[in-house]
């Protein structure tokens, strides 16, 4: 699936809404469905090219919908960890064999309980006893769906087999491939899951999520590290509040992880700004938190506040469309 530089941010966030689509039905009947691993793999070349048209929209993207909804879980876990997985095989240059079977194995670590992942994170009660034992076996469960559908790839096999294998402390380049993908495939799930909510709880904010990895030696590497130099402090797509009372969304990445780019949606007082307040390098008011999404009472239009993003890249001004959530203050 190709896209073009000058095509119409609608355009992407229906190819990523499509995306995610085409995945939902691959991973929940992956047996029914002739020629899996072909179809992953484009997949996989999709996800390349729409974070490639703009990595910062992705990002914005991905993180927006990791904080909006427990609405199809699992498969939106999925691609969010295989776009965080090949920004960071970037940034970690990873051999390209093992950065394709390591998204390969992002997208389907979770095969073996795709539904049942769905449901848990719509459940408010605690797991039955049937709950546990299939979450406990779902790598064995997942290797053994893709050796049905196919797969021959060992390295791919052995990574969704063991993906929350713990492994000691060591620098990446000491590691073996299997390890080294562990590695970074366990950090970026236990990352992501993080960031996520459930019906049990609210989703974490980005840096309250890093420093949990950081407290658990498991996570507290180069790995760890990358993710927070390549995603930032405060991605793209979350809230910070700012030291002058306002709330802002993070719209794009700055030349530091602890200075993104960013426009003010909330003022002091409670109430939605509109336009949004884009905030230049120059004047950026500091940043005293990230915020979970949760604590945010306001919709945002997707597609505007990233083409706000876009735009401000680019140096252009504009007007753009809010959204209020029912019990949001009035503009």
């Known amino acids: 699936m190709q896209t073009r530089h000058d095509e119409p941010y609608e355009d992407l966030l229906g190819l990523w809404s499509d995306l995610e689509a085409a995945l939902s039905v691959l991973l929940t009947e992956p047996l029914r469905i002739p020629g899996f691993a072909v179809k992953l793999h484009q997949l996989d070349l999709w996800l390349q090219d729409l974070i490639a048209h703009d990595t910062d ?7 927006q919908r990791a904080g909006a909804t427990t609405v199809g879980y699992s498969p939106s876990h999925a691609l969010i960890c295989a776009g965080l997985c090949h920004v960071l095989a970037q940034a970690l240059q990873l051999a390209r064999s093992e950065r394709d079977t390591l998204i390969h194995a992002a997208l389907t670590m979770n095969i073996g309980m795709t539904r049942l992942q769905n449901q848990l994170a719509e459940q408010r009660e605690p ?13 064995v469960e997942g290797r053994l769906v ?6 021959r790839d060992e390295l791919w096999l052995e990574t969704v087999l063991r993906h ?5 402390p060591a620098p990446l380049v000491q590691l073996q491939p299997l390890q080294r993908l562990v590695r970074i495939l366990g950090t970026v799930d236990r990352y992501a899951a993080l960031i996520s909510p459930r019906k049990t709880r609210s989703g974490r904010t980005s840096t309250e ?3 949990i990895l950081q407290q658990d030696s ?5 790995v760890k590290q990358a993710l927070a130099q390549v995603v930032g402090l405060y991605p793209p797509g979350t809230y910070v509040q700012l030291g002058n009372g306002e709330i802002a969304v993070v719209l ?18 409670g109430h939605g700004l ?32 990233a083409q706000l993003g876009i735009h401000s890249a680019r140096g252009n001004k504009a007007l753009y469309r809010m959204v209020q959530l029912p019990g949001s203050k009035a503009f």
């Open 57 to 63: 929209t992705a990002l914005y993207l991905m993180f």
């Open 127 to 139: 797991l039955s006893a049937q709950q546990a034992e299939a979450v406990k076996r779902h790598p």
């Open 146 to 151: 893709l050796e049905r559908l196919q797969v």
């Open 164 to 168: 929350h294998g713990v492994l000691p």
């Open 209 to 211: 999520s890093l420093q």
């Open 218 to 222: 498991q996570y507290a590497d180069e």
């Open 252 to 269: 794009r990445r700055g030349a530091e992880p602890g200075e993104p780019q960013m426009a003010s949606v909330i003022d002091a007082s």
């Open 274 to 305: 509109y336009p949004p307040i884009w905030h230049p390098e120059s004047r950026r008011p500091p940043i005293e938190s990230a915020l979970s999404r949760s604590s945010i009472t306001l919709d945002l239009d997707l597609r505007s506040m």
